[in-house]
C-alpha cells in the first residue's frame, strides 16, 4: 500500500510499536466480527430448520392462545422470552419462523437466479454475435422496469406465496447475473487453456461447461452471498406492505407491519424482528465483505 | 460518431421491447378489463359493449399500434376505475412528487456520502475511515422501511430528543474543531478551514436552538400550494432523509474504494512531491477520476428510484408514482398500470444514456479513444 505508506511518511509522530499494536488489535477484532457472524448465521439457519421441533410457544395460530397473555413484554424467565404480540403469539417463535421464510427465499432466490443468469451469460459471451446482441437488449430492457412495481404485480396476480416470491425475485437478479457471467466469460475466452481445448478438438458445450464454467462459477458465488442479503431485504419489504406470506404465519417483515403502529407503548414488537433482520443481513454482509477482501488479495 | 448512432438505436430498441413487453404482460393478466369498469353485477351486453368501447375486440397487434401511437404522442387515454380521469393527467401530478423526493433523496446521499468517502480513503485504516466505514456497513443492512419507522418514532415522536442529540452533536463538533484550530494554529499550521467548521457547527446550535421544525407524520404539500417552499421542505425532509440513508451506504463504498485507488497513483504522487495542500490533492487532483464509478451507481438509482420510492410513499403517505401504480394493480387499472410503467422505464433508460454521455464529458481517456 503506497499511499497508507505515504500517509504515515508526512506523518512520523507516532512510535512504530503503537501503530503495530493497534494493528493487530483491529486484525484481531476483524477475526472476532467474522466469527461473531458466523455464529449468529449458524443459530438462525439452525433456528430456522428445528422450528418445529424447538420447544417455542404457539407462534402461528392465533386460535391456540386464548389463554396465553396478550403483549407480555419480553422477560427471559417467562415462556415468552421475547414477548408476545396482541394476540398472544410468541416473538421468539415468530422469530424462527420469520427466519424460515427469509432464508428459504433469500437463498432460493439466489440461487435459481445465479444458475439461469449465469448460464445465459456464459452461452452469450461465449457464442458472441447474434444471440450475445439479443441477450444483451433483453437483459437492459429488464433492468429497465421498476422492480418493485413488477414484483406487485406478480404477487397480485397470483396468490402471494413463498415459491411466487422466490421465483419473482429470483427473475429480478436474472439480468445482473447475466452481465457477471458474460463480462467474465469475456475474459476467459482468449486464454490459453480455451485455446488448447479448442485446439485438441473440444466441442463447444465441453468447453462452456468444463473449461469456462468452472472458472465463472466462483466469482459468481462470492458475489451471490451480497444478494442473498439483498433479497432477504426485498421480502421483508414486501412482507412488511403485505406482498408476502400473510398474517399470522409470521415473517419479520410482517412482524413489524403489524407491530409499527404500537410502537410507542410496545416497541418490542418492532424491535424484536427488526434486530434480527439486521443481525442476519449484517452478518451476510460481512462474510461477503471477507471473503471478497481474500478474493481480491489472491488476485493481487 | 458511430459510437454514438449505436448508442441511439440501442436505446430505441430498448425502449420498443420495453413497451412491448409491458403490453403483452398485462394481456396475460387474467381477469377481465370490463369487470374492472363495471364491477361484477354488469349484463353480459354492457360488457360486450364496454370491451368495444376499450377496443378489445380489436386483435392484439392493432390494439398495441394504437396504444404504442397514443403513447408516442402522450396521451395514454382514461383511467379505467373512478375517478376516471386523463392518465397522462395523473402522472404528470404524480411524477413531480416522487421525483422531488427522489432527486433530493440522492443529492443529501452525494452530500453527505462524497466527503465521508474521500475523508476516509485519505485518513485509511485511521479512526473516521475505521468508524464511518462501520457506520456505513451498520446502515447498508437496514431495510428503507426500517431506517423510516425508526425515523418517524424520532423526529415526530420523540422531536425534543432528537433536538438535544443533534444539539450535543453540533456543540461537539463545534468544541472539536475549534480545539483543533487552536493546536494547529499553535503548530504554525493554518487553522482556518477548521475554523470554518467550528463557526458553522456554532451556527447551526443557534439554529437549532431558535428553530426546530417539526415535522408531519405523514402528507405532502405541493410548492404551489399555500405553504410555498418552507411546508414543501418540512414535508419532504423525512422522506428525503429516508430515500438518502438507503442510499448512502453504497455511494460511499463506491467513492472510498476507488479514491483509495486513486491517491495510490503515480500522478496524485506528483502532486505531493510539488507540495500542494490536501485539499487541494483530494478535491482537485484525485476526485475527478475516482468518481466515474459513483457517476454511474448515482444515475442508475435516480431511475431506479424513481420507481422505487413507492415504500417511503406508503410510510408517508406521499401521492406518488409508486402509490398511484400500486392503487392501479390492485383496482385492475391496467391502462393506468401499463402508462406508468412504460413512463418509469423509459426514464430509466433515458438517465442510463444520460449517465453514458457524462462518462464522456467526465473521463478524457474515454473521449479521445473515440475520435
Same mark, same amino acid.
Not at chain 1, 458474460?182 to 466441442?203: N, S
Not at chain 1, 433482520?277 to 477482501?293: C, D, H, K, P
Given at each position: ?37 458466523? #455464529?449468529? @448465521? ?70 435459481? !437466479? ?15 454475435? *447474434? ?39 429470483? @427473475? ?8 457477471? +457471467? ?24 465441453? =468447453? ?16 451471490? =452471498? ?42 418490542? @414488537? ?31 | ?19 412491448? #413487453? ?103 485504516? *485511521? ?102 417552499? +418552507? ?23 463506491? @467513492? ?17 512531491? *510539488? ?27 435516480? !431511475? ?55 462518462? *464522456? ?11
Amino acid at each position: 500500500m503506497q499511499s497508507s505508506e505515504a500517509t504515515e511518511a508526512r506523518q512520523p509522530a507516532r512510535s512504530g510499536a503503537a501503530r503495530s499494536r493497534a494493528g493487530r488489535g483491529r486484525l484481531e477484532w476483524r477475526t472476532l466480527r467474522l466469527w461473531l457472524a458466523f #455464529a449468529w @448465521l449458524v443459530v438462525i439457519i439452525g433456528v430456522a430448520v428445528l422450528a418445529d421441533v424447538l420447544p417455542f410457544a404457539e407462534a402461528r395460530n392465533p386460535g391456540k392462545t386464548l389463554y396465553e397473555p396478550a403483549l407480555a413484554t419480553p422477560d427471559l424467565a417467562s415462556g415468552h422470552p421475547l414477548g408476545t404480540d396482541r394476540h398472544g403469539l410468541d416473538l421468539l417463535g415468530g422469530l424462527a419462523y420469520g427466519a424460515r421464510v427469509s432464508l428459504t427465499v433469500g437463498i432460493g432466490a439466489t440461487a435459481l !437466479g445465479c444458475l439461469i443468469g449465469m448460464l445465459i451469460g456464459l452461452t452469450a459471451g461465449f457464442v458472441r454475435g *447474434r444471440l450475445d446482441a439479443v441477450v444483451g437488449l433483453l437483459t437492459d430492457s429488464m433492468l429497465a422496469f421498476p422492480p418493485l412495481i413488477l414484483l406487485i404485480g406478480a404477487v397480485a396476480v397470483m396468490r402471494p406465496s413463498v415459491l411466487v416470491v422466490t421465483c419473482s425475485l429470483a @427473475l429480478l437478479t436474472v439480468p445482473s447475473y447475466v452481465r457477471l +457471467a458474460r463480462a467474465h466469460t469475456l475474459t476467459l475466452v482468449p486464454r490459453e487453456f480455451v485455446l488448447q481445448a479448442r485446439a485438441l478438438g473440444a466441442t463447444s458445450s465441453r =468447453i462452456v461447461f468444463k473449461e469456462l464454467l468452472p472458472n465463472v462459477v466462483w466469482p459468481m458465488l462470492s458475489y451471490s =452471498i451480497v444478494v442473498v442479503a439483498a433479497m432477504i431485504v426485498s421480502e421483508a419489504s414486501l412482507s412488511y406492505l403485505g406482498l408476502s406470506v400473510q398474517r399470522p404465519n409470521p415473517t419479520w417483515g410482517n412482524m413489524i407491519a403489524a407491530g409499527q403502529d404500537s410502537f410507542q407503548q410496545y416497541p418490542h @414488537l418492532v424491535l424484536v424482528p427488526a434486530v434480527a433482520m439486521f443481525l442476519t443481513v449484517l452478518s451476510i454482509n460481512a462474510v461477503g465483505e471477507a471473503v471478497r477482501s481474500r478474493e481480491l488479495r489472491n488476485a493481487r | 460518431m458511430r459510437a454514438v448512432l449505436k448508442r441511439v438505436t440501442h436505446l430505441v430498441l430498448v425502449l420498443w421491447l420495453v413497451s412491448l #413487453a409491458t403490453f403483452l404482460l398485462l394481456e396475460l393478466v387474467p381477469g377481465d378489463p370490463a369487470t374492472a369498469v363495471l364491477g361484477t353485477s354488469g349484463t353480459p351486453d354492457q360488457y360486450a359493449q364496454v370491451r368495444a368501447q376499450l377496443g378489445l375486440d380489436l386483435p392484439l397487434h392493432e390494439r398495441y399500434l394504437s396504444w404504442l401511437g397514443g403513447a408516442l404522442q402522450g396521451d395514454f387515454g382514461e383511467s379505467l376505475t373512478p375517478p376516471h380521469q386523463d392518465v397522462s393527467a395523473a402522472l404528470a401530478a404524480r411524477l413531480p412528487v416522487t421525483f422531488q423526493i427522489a432527486a433530493c433523496g440522492l443529492l443529501l446521499a452525494l452530500v453527505i456520502s462524497v466527503p465521508t468517502a474521500v475523508w476516509a480513503a485519505h485518513r485509511q485504516g *485511521r479512526i473516521f475511515d475505521r468508524w464511518s466505514s462501520s457506520g456505513v456497513f451498520a446502515v447498508m443492512s437496514l431495510p428503507t422501511f426500517l431506517i423510516g419507522i425508526f425515523l418517524i418514532q424520532g423526529f415526530v415522536f420523540h422531536p425534543q430528543a432528537m433536538q438535544t442529540a443533534a444539539l450535543l452533536v453540533a456543540v461537539g463538533v463545534a468544541t472539536g474543531a475549534g480545539w483543533t484550530a487552536q493546536r494547529r494554529a499553535a503548530r504554525g499550521d493554518s487553522p482556518w478551514s477548521l475554523v470554518l467548521v467550528a463557526v458553522l457547527a456554532s451556527v447551526l446550535v443557534l439554529l437549532l436552538i431558535v428553530a426546530w421544525p417539526t415535522f408531519p407524520r405523514q402528507g405532502f404539500s405541493r410548492l404551489g400550494a399555500d405553504g410555498g417552499l +418552507a411546508e414543501n421542505l418540512r414535508h419532504i425532509a423525512l422522506p428525503v432523509l429516508t430515500v438518502a440513508l438507503g442510499e448512502l451506504a453504497l455511494f460511499t463504498r463506491v @467513492l472510498r474504494s476507488e479514491m483509495i485507488q486513486t491517491l495510490d497513483t503515480g500522478f496524485v504522487e506528483a502532486a505531493r512531491a *510539488r507540495g500542494l495542500p490536501t485539499h487541494r490533492i483530494l478535491l482537485g487532483e484525485a476526485l475527478r477520476p475516482a468518481s466515474f464509478s459513483l457517476v454511474t451507481v448515482a444515475g442508475l438509482s435516480l !431511475g431506479s428510484l424513481m420507481g422505487g420510492t413507492l415504500i417511503v410513499e406508503v410510510l408517508f403517505n406521499l401521492p406518488g408514482m409508486g402509490r398511484l401504480l400500486v392503487e392501479a394493480i390492485e383496482s385492475n387499472d391496467y391502462v393506468t398500470v401499463q402508462a406508468g410503467v412504460l413512463v418509469l422505464a423509459a426514464i430509466y433508460v433515458l438517465l442510463n444514456a444520460a449517465v453514458d454521455l457524462l462518462y *464522456r464529458i467526465l473521463d478524457p481517456r474515454i473521449r479521445h479513444a473515440e475520435q
